[in-house]
Every structure is written in C-alpha cells, then in structure tokens.
C-alpha cells in the first residue's frame, strides 16, 4: 500500500517571503500522480498543483512550484510571495496511474501541515 | 454551474442513532469517494464507487454503509456501530480514468450528542 508522509505539523511564513512544504511517499509503482491541495478556513478543498511522475519538468502554478525528486520519492511545495490568503492547511496526495491495481483512483493523503502567513 | 453539494453543513446525531449524510453530483463524474477528516490525521477513506450499483470498502469501512443507485448520488450512512463518528466529513467525485485529482463537496461536520 501506498503510504504519503508530511512530517511538518505546522509552517509559517512572512508575507512576500517563500515556504517550502515537505511532502514524502512510498511506492512500488512507476506510474502514478502526486497532488498539492490547499484546506482554508471554510474547509473546502482545492486543488493547488499536480504532477504526473512520468514527467521530469517540475509543474509550476503562478506562485506554486514543486520539487520533484522521484528517485528520493519527494514532492515538495514552493510558495513564492506568500500572501495572507495562503494561510491554509496544505495536504499532499498520491493517486495511483495502475488502471489494474486495486489502488486505482484512490488518493491516498498525508497528514496535512498548517501554513500561518504572518503580515 | 457543475459542482458537487453535500448537506446538511451541520449534523447533531444521538447516541445510537443512524445518520445519512447526502451527496450529489452534476458533474457526470463516475467514480464518487468518502472520506473522513479528524485532526492530525489527514483524509482517510471509507468507501469509494467507480460505478453505479457498486462500491468497495476503503481504509475505515466499519460502521459504516453507502448506496449508489444513481450516478448523481452516494450517500453515507453512519451507523450506530460506529464508536466514534464525531468527524469531518467530505464527499469526492473523479472521472474513473483521470489524470487529475479530484473534484471535493464542502463537508459536513457531524457531532455526537
């Protein structure tokens, strides 16, 4: 089984400054895709970032980056320029790409780490 | 505009009483997902459908019980076996062969009285 580990509880950060989010995971599996979703306040989840690990060019949205190392399974986030509206709880997910594995199109969540922005 | 709603928001339920939270969908996704939010602890899955008519459990399945008989829809059922069902929960919807994630509902907190 797939397992994805965020071993930074809670992050915080200066407006305008950059964060990085540490996200690691374990599998056995060559095809597969990693996923960044932010949790604000109002709990709705949203997508921030993806990464199809066939793919060697790190995905990048506007402020977010990531860092993805595939042979040291690691996915970190990058938030460039934080801003107040980034303070959320930020979960790493893994999505299996086996179409025959009875793990497919299950997302398998880390534990979250909580990002405070302060002005 | 296309989405997915889960209610109610709020959910008070009484020792030994089952619960049905709601989920519903106008995406026209197939596959629809259950999750459980508790502090510290990330999503943890309860039970997924890829089709209709059919579901398998996930990571934390008892005490608990779904339906899908639509498409639209995949509601869950907390019942009374469930020793700790004070959560939040949050409702998915996805393509079945996607490379995206997946599309969330808002939740609902559901407190035992």
């Known amino acids: 089984a797939q397992t994805v580990t965020q071993s930074q509880p809670e992050m915080s950060v200066q407006e305008a400054e950059t964060v990085t989010l540490s996200c690691t995971y374990d599998?056995?599996?060559?095809?597969?895709?990693l996923f960044w979703y932010k949790q604000p306040p109002s709990r709705q989840m949203i997508l921030v970032i993806r990464q199809e690990a066939y793919k060697q060019q790190n995905a990048t949205e506007n402020r977010f980056s990531v860092n993805f190392q595939k042979a040291a399974k690691s996915f970190s986030l990058k938030i460039s320029d934080s801003q107040l509206g980034d303070a959320a709880m930020y979960f790493c997910?893994?999505?299996?790409?086996?179409?025959?594995?009875?793990?497919?199109?299950?997302?398998?969540f880390g534990q979250g780490t909580i990002l405070t922005v302060h002005p | 505009d296309g989405g997915i709603t889960q209610s109610p928001k709020y959910l008070f339920r009484k020792e030994g009483q089952n619960v049905t939270l709601s989920c519903e969908q106008n995406?026209?996704?197939?596959?629809m997902y259950w999750y459980r939010q508790d502090p510290g602890q990330g999503l943890r899955l309860i039970y997924y459908s890829q089709i209709v008519n059919d579901f398998q459990k996930g990571d934390i399945a008892e005490g608990y019980s779904v339906s899908r008989e639509k498409k639209e829809s995949f509601p869950l059922t907390v019942t009374s076996a469930q020793k700790n069902p004070t959560a939040f929960y949050l409702c998915?919807?996805?393509?079945?062969?996607?490379?995206?994630?997946?599309?969330f509902g808002s939740g609902t907190r559901l407190t035992v009285v």
């Open positions: 998915a919807s996805s393509w079945t062969v996607t490379n995206y994630g997946y599309t």
């Open positions: 995406l026209n996704h197939d596959a």
């Open positions: 997910a893994y999505r299996s790409g086996n179409a025959g594995g009875t793990s497919y199109g299950k997302l398998t």
């Open positions: 599998t056995s599996e060559s095809d597969y895709y």
